[in-house]
Structures are given as structure tokens and as C-alpha cells.
């Protein structure tokens, strides 16, 4: 009897030591599969476990869903998961994938902004990393309450979003993103604008720094120029000129056509507050938001006696003091445009013959 006894209290501490022994293999072994990168997962708010464990599953986080499935159940720690992104290494266990999610260990998502872009091109590009949608950004950028409380109004606030790369939550609101890149901005613009020289006889407040800086930005993208053609539009403006600069026709059609394309004569006769070909001194707010090198090209204008340029063919700007000089380079130039046209046509006729 005390044999029999024995057996079964020794089998049960057997069972129970297998039973230890897998619910520790369950918790604590590797779950995630070996992989280089950390890999990541974006839990929208509300997300059931289920929900969660798909979302793990699809993005190869998760080697073995049914160990993950019973832990999560059995600590409890399922019914607390938080939302938000997070990372991943390889090697991770159960516990170490749970303990992250409930404590809400989120692994910020990068969001780039380019320069020389427009609203809807950024507001698209930043919600793709974030939680919230295209319109709530662009809404944000819209409000005016909004824009006030950051020292702005809504016509400027676009040109504040600086060119770089930054770090947020993902479900970060538009107005926590917006803040922080005009932040970003500020000190930027606080040191780059000490001591700086201007133009004689020009002072530009910082909007319109701005608008002269955004249509240095899509004059150009060479950074050594920058600072050339600011001291163009500058001298026009300063002596009472008519700015004549392309890109705010652009941005004229942006908002009548919605796309910007080649220009023609008709184009330059556009009754719009932005054309400057009709309307003197700088345009009512800035056509895009300027990068870094044209803000400083803007606020370290070259010194010249320059009044025009043209473009040169190879990305560059050839430079004129005078309309007569300035008509022979735009002869050259649309010359030399021609030119490559036909070599272009004979090139694909060439082509199509063989």
C-alpha cells in the first residue's frame, strides 16, 4: 500500500515538474523567429488579443501564436496590452514580448520631412508613419486657434515645417507633431538669423524671410546658388521691382489646376495675389516650406548687381546685371533646349527604324 502511495505521489511530482517545466518553456524559450533587423508592429487602439496576436503573426513576429496565446491568457497580462509601435529583436520570449506590450514600450516611428514640398504631398507622406489620417493633419494646419498659439497664422505655419528627420509616438496627435517641427524650427531660425548682415538698405522680418526663402527653394536645388539668387530678388525688391519669380506662378496653378506644369505667356498674366509678375513686392505668404540652405542663403544674401538669371541647362543659373544681357542668355538657353529636343526626336526615330 505505502509502495503504491509512493508511486503515485512520485508520478504526481513528475507530472507536476512537466507541467512546471513546459509552462517555463512556454514563457520563457525564444518566440521570435531569427531574423537581422528588428522587426515591428503598429496596435491601433482597442486591438483584442486576437487582434494583437494577427498583427504579431503577420509581421513575422511570432514563432510559436498558440504558447503566446496561453500565456497571455493564463497571466492575465493579455487584457492589457497597450497600443502603439514597437520593435522586436529576434530571440525574444513570451514574457519579454507581453511585458513590453502592457507596459506600453513603444519604439518611436521616424517621420522625414522634405523641403520644396506641398501641403498634401507632406500631410500624405507624415500620416503614412502615423496613426492619424492625411485630413487631421492638413486640419491642423488649417487652424488658425491652432497656429496662433504657436506665434503664427495659418498662411506661415506650413513654411515652419523644417526639413529633417524626427522621432514621435506613432499615435502622437498632428498638433504634437506640428509643435515639435516648429520647435525645431525656432531654435534653428534663432541661431541662424544671429548676426546675420541682410542687405543694405532691406530689412525682412522672419515671414518674410520665409516667402523669399521658399521661392529660393524651388528656384534651385543647389545650394551653392542659394545665396545668389536670394541677392536677385532682393535687390528687386529693395529697389521696388517686380520679384518676376516663376515659382509663385506655380503655386498660382498648384491652386487653380493643381499641379504645377510648364509655363506659358498666358501664365504670366494670371490675376493672382501670388504672381508676382502682376502684383509687386513678395507674395501674401510662403510657396512651400524652405530648406535649411535657402533660409541662410536668404539671410546671407550674396552682394551683386545682379537683376536676373536664367536657367543654364545642367541644373545651374547663369546670372545677368542687365535685360539686354539677360535676353541673350534666355536666347542661348531655349537654343539649347531646342537643340536637345531634335536630338531627342532623330534619337527616337533612329530607334524606332531598327
Keep these: ?62 514563432d510559436r501564436r498558440w504558447t503566446f496565446d496561453f500565456i497571455a491568457r493564463a497571466s492575465g497580462w493579455g487584457d492589457q496590452i497597450k497600443s ?56 491642423a494646419l488649417s487652424d488658425q486657434e491652432f497656429a496662433e498659439s504657436l506665434g503664427t497664422d495659418t498662411l506661415h505655419l506650413f513654411s515652419y515645417m523644417l526639413p529633417d528627420t524626427y522621432f514621435f509616438y506613432w499615435e502622437s496627435s498632428p498638433q504634437t507633431v506640428i509643435r515639435e517641427i516648429k520647435e525645431t524650427f525656432d531654435r534653428f ?11 543694405p538698405g532691406l530689412t525682412l522680418d522672419k515671414e518674410e524671410v520665409m516667402s523669399m526663402a521658399a521661392i529660393v527653394e524651388w528656384e534651385s536645388g543647389l545650394v551653392e546658388e542659394k545665396a545668389t539668387i536670394a541677392g536677385v530678388y532682393m535687390n528687386r525688391l529693395r529697389d521696388r521691382w517686380p520679384l518676376q519669380a516663376d515659382p509663385t506662378i506655380q503655386y498660382a496653378l498648384i491652386e487653380l489646376e493643381g499641379s504645377k506644369r510648364r509655363l506659358f505667356n498666358r501664365d504670366y498674366r494670371i490675376d493672382h495675389p501670388y504672381n508676382t509678375y502682376q502684383y509687386r513686392g513678395l507674395p501674401p505668404g510662403p510657396v512651400t516650406n524652405p530648406s535649411r540652405s535657402s533660409i541662410e542663403g536668404v539671410l546671407r544674401p550674396e552682394s551683386h548687381g545682379y537683376y536676373f ?3 543654364r541647362g545642367d541644373g545651374g543659373h547663369i546670372f545677368s546685371r542687365t535685360l539686354g544681357e539677360h535676353r541673350r542668355n534666355a536666347q542661348a538657353f531655349f537654343r539649347l533646349m531646342r537643340e536637345r529636343r531634335a536630338a531627342a526626336a532623330a534619337a527616337e526615330e533612329a530607334e524606332g527604324s531598327n
Design 189 to 199: 531660425y534663432d541661431q541662424a538669423a544671429d548676426g546675420a548682415p541682410g542687405l
Design 84 to 139: 502603439g509601435h514597437y520593435e522586436f529583436q529576434q530571440g525574444q520570449s513570451n514574457i519579454d514580448l507581453l511585458s513590453t506590450l502592457r507596459a506600453g514600450l513603444e519604439t518611436p516611428v521616424r517621420v522625414t520631412i522634405i523641403e520644396g514640398t506641398r501641403r498634401d504631398f507632406m500631410a500624405r507622406r507624415v500620416a503614412r508613419s502615423m496613426a492619424f489620417t492625411e485630413h487631421e493633419f492638413l486640419t
Design 309 to 311: 538669371f536664367v536657367a
Design 1 to 62: 500500500m505505502r509502495s503504491t502511495l509512493l508511486k503515485v505521489f512520485i508520478g504526481f511530482l513528475v507530472l507536476g515538474a512537466t507541467a512546471v517545466g513546459v509552462v517555463s518553456w512556454m514563457a520563457f524559450a525564444p518566440n521570435t523567429p531569427a531574423y537581422d533587423d528588428a522587426r515591428s508592429v503598429k496596435l491601433p487602439a482597442g486591438s483584442s488579443l486576437e487582434t494583437v496576436q494577427d498583427s504579431l503573426v503577420a509581421a513575422g513576429i511570432l
